[in-house]
């Protein structure tokens, strides 16, 4: 993975190619997003917290890729992401999620990852404690009041003795030896759930930790467990002590300010059409009244959270929706005017479809064949049967529902249902998929429009 100052727009596309057909438009103005962080972080620091970051809102029916650029985006540069439906969120109120709740879960996914690359990186130092600590039980250190020579003689002979074990130890020939370990035990936290307008966690309580520290401290308890097993549990146990919680903290906050992207899908849901209705009890009003808890998020706020107070001003915030029934502008001015890029994504044909069948590096026909390769199936496609696949993808779209290259997986299901189901039987190694095979398995299926409609 490149350093963000080693990508330039053009290597962003090329990366985005790997993954995502079609949609130049999109992907362009995603890669210069992404470029502008890195070009924001050389300006002088004055200027520097005056760059706010040019949101982008994507307009494209479902399955065209916009999830997938927005996702692909921050996986170049390990960028913190979180994606939300807009549609879950309610208006300050009312029973539901709060937006805030969209950071808040940002920042707990991030302090986790670093945490788990954090418990990576000391790994061995880790299994080293573990080792040393199921030595000092298996050959504890002997207590002599002797001699200064004696005492020499007894440490050399129970230094070898030590030796001796930790190479049986590390060779695996102690695995099935029993031994008594200190185990801390598991935190019996009651389960409490907050039904209130405000969460408690929004105003930096968290109930685990609250109920914890109300629990007397339960001392240690011993457990007899072979020994390739107590050094599994003693290295998670040194790992975690290991970490420096408070440093994670730090660096995920940092991380989530600067660099945090959250994908904030189906925003059409909350628009409101010609101006919405004045009615007390209309869902309208909760629609607008999201828009408005969304705007001082992507405006730049402080939100409240378990970790400490996150700031939003510099959080790329990419939305997205198919606005069937409604367009852009039917949002709040104010919000509108927090997406300056306008990206409109097209819907998927035939070409496209046959690109996403065999041109990205997770492929869907590279899945199937790998897939089946574990049954020991050879699985291969004649390139008209891939041809006839990305036909029937386009027709029943047509007909029905167009859910872009979701299509494709469903078509496929149902083409190499028997395959999928027999191959860890089937005596025939080899399994070539032709176009008459395709026509032959879909053909009823897709001449019906009301079977492909459910099958398909």
């Not at 995603?30 to 982008?56: C, F, G, M, T, Y």
């Not at 003693?234 to 660099?259: C, G, H, P, T, Y």
């Not at 083409?415 to 999928?420: A, G, N, Q, S, T």
Request: glycine fraction near 4%; charge should be positive.
């Amino acid at each position: 993975m490149k350093e963000l100052k080693e990508l330039k727009p053009v290597e962003i596309v090329k990366e985005l190619n790997k993954y995502v057909i079609g949609q130049e438009k999109a992907k362009k103005s995603v890669a210069i997003a992404l470029r502008n962080r890195w070009r924001r972080k050389q300006v002088d620091k004055e200027l520097r917290d005056e760059i706010a970051p040019k949101n982008i809102i994507m307009i494209g029916a479902t399955g065209v890729g916009k999830t997938e650029i927005a996702r692909r985006l921050a996986n170049l540069t390990a960028s913190p992401f979180f994606k939300v439906e807009a549609s879950k969120f309610t208006e300050i109120g009312y029973v539901g999620r709060d937006v805030e709740s969209m950071i808040r879960d940002l920042t707990s996914i991030t302090v986790r990852k670093i945490q788990n690359d954090k418990r990576e990186e000391v790994q061995k130092e880790a299994e080293k404690i573990a080792e040393e600590k199921i030595l000092d039980i298996l050959l504890p250190k002997p207590k002599i009041k002797k001699s200064v020579d004696t005492v020499e003689l007894s440490n050399t002979n129970y230094d070898n003795s030590r030796e001796k074990l930790r190479k049986k130890l590390i060779n695996g020939e102690l695995d099935d030896r029993y031994i008594d370990i200190n185990i801390a035990p598991k935190n019996q936290t009651p389960m409490v759930e907050v039904f209130s307008n405000v969460g408690l966690e929004d105003m930096g309580i968290n109930m685990q930790e609250m109920f914890s520290a109300l629990q007397p401290k339960s001392s240690k308890k011993q457990k007899k467990t072979k020994i390739k097993d107590a050094k599994k549990i003693i290295k998670n146990e040194e790992a975690e002590n290991l970490i420096d919680m408070d440093k994670v903290v730090k660096e995920a906050i940092r991380r989530v300010e600067q660099s945090g992207i959250v994908f904030i899908d189906e925003i059409d849901k909350i628009a409101v059409k010609n101006g919405g209705s004045s009615g007390g009890n209309s869902p309208n009003v909760s629609r607008e009244g999201v828009q408005r808890d969304l705007l001082p998020i992507i405006e730049g706020s402080s939100v409240p959270s378990r970790y400490g107070s996150i700031k939003t001003d510099h959080i790329l915030f990419i939305a997205s929706g198919a606005f069937h029934l409604s367009s852009p502008s039917d949002l709040i001015p104010e919000l509108q005017g927090r997406f300056p890029i306008r990206v409109e994504l097209s819907s998927l044909g035939f070409k496209d479809f046959v690109e996403i069948l065999t041109k990205p590096k997770n492929a869907l026909i590279l899945q199937y064949i790998a897939l089946l390769k574990t049954d020991g199936i050879d699985l291969s496609f004649e390139k008209p049967a891939i041809e006839e696949i990305a036909k029937i993808a386009e027709e029943v779209n047509t007909k029905t529902e167009n859910i872009g290259a979701r299509r494709l997986h469903t078509i496929m299901e149902c083409l190499l249902e028997d395959i999928l189901f027999e191959a860890p039987d089937l005596s025939k190694k080899k399994i070539k998929i032709t176009k008459k095979f395709v026509q032959d398995k879909l053909k009823d299926i897709k001449d019906d429009e009301d079977l492909s409609r459910y099958i398909l």
